[in-house]
T-cell receptor, first 113, second 114 residues
């Protein structure tokens, strides 16, 4: 079945550090890939997306590139801020049947000043 | 503004009781979803519905029930058969005619069994 494997953390970084969160996937068909962010006590917000191979999603300084050859969608940010402290989820959706989202387990990031 | 409203934000249940979590959307989205979130386990799909009066089991449907009598509403009932109901529950909706990434999430309900 479809699945997502991501770094679980928790991870603590200092402000302005470089961030990488690894995400790999297994899917039948050609999935769309997503990163969602969850701030404390809230629901999920879409951070960025990519719908086909070699697409790069970007938003708020975060980037991720859809790599079909390595089945990966790693999230990166060059300089994190305290306000980036949150839980980050990698997810996929396959355009077949219900098109439901399949999530990784999430990674909690804390950024200290 | 359009969005998804989940209520209540916090809910306490005694063992053996059924409770119903509300999810309402005014986005005119076709599909609605219920996810359960536990620490270290990510989000797992409970039920989903793509059209009124129809719904499908997700990965962890046992001990839960849903209804979809109106397009904008998708309430989730946590029954006494659910052995470990304490969790954070998230509702989502999506326009099936739109792009493949049009999921909108509510702000969640935290259910605690006391």
């Amino acid at each position: 079945g479809d699945s997502v494997t991501q770094m679980e953390g928790p991870v603590t970084l200092s402000e302005e550090a470089f961030l990488t969160i690894n995400c790999t996937y297994t899917a039948t068909g050609y999935p769309s890939l997503f990163w969602y962010v969850q701030y404390p006590g809230e629901g999920l917000q879409l951070l960025l997306k990519a719908t086909k191979a070699d697409d790069k999603g970007s938003n708020k300084g975060f980037e991720a590139t859809y790599r079909k050859e390595t089945t990966s969608f790693h999230l990166e940010k060059g300089s994190v801020q305290v306000s980036d402290s949150a839980v980050y989820f990698c997810a996929l959706s396959v355009r077949a049947g219900s098109e439901k989202l399949v999530f990784g387990k999430g990674m909690k990031l804390t950024v200290n000043p | 503004d359009g969005g998804i409203t989940q209520s209540p934000k916090y809910l306490f249940r005694k063992e053996g009781q059924n409770v119903t979590l509300s999810c309402e959307q005014n986005l005119n989205h076709d599909a609605m979803y219920w996810y359960r979130q536990d620490p270290g386990q990510g989000l797992r799909l409970i039920y989903y519905s793509q059209i009124v009066n129809d719904f499908q089991k997700g990965d962890i449907a046992e001990g839960y029930s849903v209804s979809r009598e109106k397009k904008e509403s998708f309430p989730l009932t946590v029954t006494s058969a659910q052995k470990n109901p304490t969790a954070f529950y998230l509702c989502a909706s999506r326009d099936l005619g739109g792009s493949n990434y049009g999921y909108t999430f509510g702000s969640g309900t935290r259910l605690t069994v006391v």
